[in-house]
């Protein structure tokens, strides 16, 4: 069913409708390290094209949501599509993805980077597949770039903020056999890892496999569970394996209520939270094509509204 999401094109270019709002600018020292032992995170994936601040808005009871990924370059150069993904309109807790792999364009992006309420810290992509980004030696090319990593997130902690990294278990599956998601996660000093328990070669058809968690827990890391967690006893055997979060994606783009069901919170009537998405959509002037990917799934059979 996601095959058309995942044929999405990636389009650093298109240029956002005019968003003039102010956003609330924040001292560094007010962004306390986000993550915190003996709490379990209910997180949403980042979702290219899908998860902007609207959708991540109505993913209410989520601990922690994350832009697309965003790229590290564009955000450099300050290409107006890449402000416009990490510009937050209220407190929703964030964190900004990037893919990239130059330190010279991390300086940078950090030398004017100014913090605004909800966010929550720079998540580095190490997982994804796009063979665009496998091409430049980013994404999941990235896994086995020890030294890379480990400076590029020690420049985001020496600005004070938590570094997270989101991975796969490898680039492909004699990577993922070779454990080089271990060799990474024991030796680079984020604030947690999230791994989505499939290898670069797999798509979504193939199983995630959540046999390697107990290993990744094992470093004594804080680690986050993605892929293919959908309902409570998911949850439960991800708490069981020492996971300190789960992060759920594409069950989240059709019900977003399912942070709130899944803490046993109270739970919206669907219709409401869709009528809000609208609200927000409209309040924030934002590009179509977000809101034409998430209506084509959300609600399940709401796949002709908007
Ligand atoms: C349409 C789509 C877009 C995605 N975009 C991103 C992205 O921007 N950054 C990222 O790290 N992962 C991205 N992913 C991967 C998801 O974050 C997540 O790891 C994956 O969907 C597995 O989790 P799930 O089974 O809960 O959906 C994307 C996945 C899909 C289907």
């Excluded at 309109?89 to 010279?104: F, H, K, L, N, V």
Aim: charge should be positive; proline fraction near 4%; charged fraction near 25%.
């Amino acid at each position: 069913m996601f095959n058309i999401l995942l044929k999405t094109k990636i389009n650093f270019n298109t240029k956002p409708k005019k968003t003039l709002q102010l956003q609330q600018h924040i001292k560094r020292t007010e962004i306390p390290i986000y993550f915190m032992a003996n709490k379990f995170y209910y997180m949403l994936a980042p979702l290219d094209d899908m998860t902007e601040s609207c959708f991540r808005t109505i993913c209410k009871d989520a601990d922690l949501t994350f832009t697309g990924l965003i790229s590290l370059e564009s955000l450099s150069k300050k290409n107006i599509s890449s402000m416009e993904k990490i510009k937050f309109y209220d407190a929703t807790p964030c964190t900004i993805q990037i893919i990239g792999q130059r330190e010279e364009s991390l300086k940078k992006v950090l030398s004017w980077f100014s913090p605004t309420k909800g966010f929550k810290g720079f998540n580095l992509n190490v997982g994804c597949p796009d063979p665009n980004f496998i091409r430049q030696g980013m994404g999941c090319a990235m896994l086995k770039r020890i030294s890379k990593i480990k400076r590029m997130v020690g420049l985001i902690k020496d600005h004070g903020y938590t570094a997270s990294i989101k991975m796969r278990l490898g680039l492909n599956g004699y990577e993922k056999d070779k454990k080089a998601y271990l060799n990474l996660i024991n030796q680079i000093d984020a604030d947690f890892f999230v791994v989505h328990a499939r290898h670069g070669k797999q798509n979504y058809s193939d199983k995630a496999d959540w046999t390697t968690f107990p290993d990744c827990v094992s470093t004594g890391k804080n680690i986050v569970a993605n892929g293919d967690i959908k309902k409570k006893e998911d949850v439960d055997k991800m708490k069981e394996f020492g996971c300190c979060g789960v992060m759920i994606g594409r069950e989240a783009v059709i019900n977003p209520l399912i942070f709130s069901q899944l803490k046993d919170l109270p739970v919206e009537p669907i219709d409401n939270v869709i009528n809000k998405y609208k609200r927000l959509l409209k309040e924030r002037n934002t590009p179509d094509r977000y809101s034409k990917n998430i209506f084509k799934f959300l609600g399940n059979d709401c796949k002709t509204l908007g």
